[in-house]
């Protein structure tokens, strides 16, 4: 009896869950995140939105492509903007009401074969993207519609309502809301002041959440269709638009594709609910996909959680690594690492003498290459933008900002006790200061 109690100890020992090793940093190290959607493939967006976008390198945008036929206006324009990192998503074969086909290989053409003509299109222009995001044209959509989009893509981007998506509640990824912009129905301050609106939500369920902010911010989607000086396609000007995605940068937003923040909300779910299995030392965490459509590539960014650096005895400075295969990862200054999520496993512990030994010849010789963000830094922007960017490594960082590592963390799958933000200030739901005033 003894024996079977001590071996079965034994095992539990053996498989032992260990606090959560790491949490994810909301919307990759920003303040909250948006994604400007561009609908229907009109001329005008390559045309007049691409050199405004080609000063701002860190942002990205989407562009719901509607049928070949629209993208053949300009098929260059939009593999130009393929390449510099923008998304190319689909918006249907023909911008039907999708909800009134009945035919399934007609809605399979619509939803599915769009998507095909789309890449192919832009593979002939020397853009090779998959496309992974759809949206309804008219926000036309049933069950049929939606169970079609399922098997191509992972988002649907719904129109309407407020836009913003919450970190920390799941939303049907199916049916996310746009907030719509165009002249005759929202003012440039009225945009900006929703992009001020997101980045400081906490809680997007509630009327009594708009007088909460909260250091998570949101996720805003914003819908917009042709961008130029006049009233066709319900236009938003060239110089709004610009200040809008200015304002957003400014305002340490991440300014990123449609499918790049939906990847990083839908794996933050799996990644802080997943348990770590312990082995000599080492903790291995394993999952799946969310969903088979996504993104081939989901950098994250993660750091290590206070209970669990209690519990193990490690610190965090640069003695814990985490693996992942053959790559071995550090943590940048403000102690964050970034893994791949469609890599599905990593592994924590603690690196060696000869890894850091190896790791701080490196460094001095070049940059470790983990940070994917730090290509985009150099842009040449005024002094303005270098402050607002915390990714950029080589910016002083002010004594405020050197504390990161907060003092408690989600140790289950509940919420954070205690908030904080990315630069290592606990924050109070109270505290009003954090909300950013409209600059215009
Ligand atoms: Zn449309």
């Not at 044209?137 to 649907?156: E, G, H, Q, T, W």
């Not at 040449?380 to 950029?392: F, P």
Request: proline fraction near 4%; glycine fraction near 6%.
């Amino acid at each position: 009896m003894i024996r079977i109690f001590a071996s079965l100890f034994f095992a539990m020992a053996m498989t032992s869950f260990a606090a959560v090793p790491f949490v994810t940093v909301p919307w990759n190290g920003h303040r909250a995140a948006v994604s400007f959607t561009f609908d229907d493939g009109l001329a005008s967006q390559p045309q007049n939105l691409k050199p405004i976008l080609d000063t701002m390198p860190e942002a990205h945008v989407t562009f719901f492509m509607a049928g070949a036929s629209y993208l053949q206006q300009d098929v260059k324009g939009f593999a130009a903007l393929a390449n510099a990192g923008h998304e190319i998503g689909s918006h249907s074969y023909s911008h039907q009401k999708l909800d009134t086909i009945a035919d399934f290989a007609e809605l399979e053409k619509e939803v599915i074969g769009s998507a095909s003509d789309i890449e192919s299109m832009l593979a002939a222009e020397g853009a090779n993207i998959t496309v992974t995001a759809f949206a309804t044209p008219f926000c036309a959509k049933n069950d049929d519609v939606i169970s079609m989009i399922d098997k191509r893509y992972f988002l649907n981007r719904n129109c309407g309502w407020h836009g913003r998506v919450n970190w920390s509640t799941t939303s049907d990824v199916f049916n996310l809301w746009a907030k719509g912009w165009d002249r005759s129905m929202e003012t440039a301050e009225s945009m900006c002041a929703s992009l001020d609106t997101a980045a400081v939500m906490v809680d997007t369920a509630s009327m009594e959440s708009w007088l909460r902010p909260g250091p998570e911010g949101s996720w805003l989607v914003v819908l917009t269709h042709g961008v130029a000086d006049d009233d066709v396609n319900l236009s938003a000007s060239p110089k709004d638009m610009e200040a809008m995605i200015r304002h957003a940068l400014e305002n340490d937003m991440w300014v990123t594709t449609f499918s790049s923040a939906g990847a990083y909300y839908l794996a933050h779910f799996t990644l802080d609910t997943v348990s770590a299995v312990k082995s000599d030392s080492r903790y291995t965490l394993q999952w799946e996909m969310p969903h088979s459509n996504m993104p081939k590539s989901i950098p994250v960014k993660v750091i290590l959680n206070a209970e669990f650096l209690a519990e193990t005895g490690w610190s965090s400075d640069a003695s814990v690594v985490l693996e992942q295969g053959e790559e071995l990862l550090w943590p940048d200054e403000q102690n964050r690492y970034t893994l791949e999520f469609a890599k599905k496993s990593v592994v924590v512990r603690e690196a060696t003498q000869a890894e850091i030994a190896g790791r701080d010849s490196s460094k001095t010789d070049d940059d470790d290459g983990g940070d994917e963000e730090k290509k985009l830094d150099d842009d040449g922007e005024g002094d303005s933008k270098k402050d607002v960017d915390d990714d950029n490594g080589k910016k002083p960082k002010k004594e405020e900002e050197q504390a990161i590592l907060p003092r408690s963390l989600p140790t289950g799958l509940g919420l954070p006790k205690q908030y904080f933000d990315l630069k290592g200030r606990t924050i109070s739901p109270s505290n009003k200061s954090r909300i950013i005033r409209v600059q215009r």
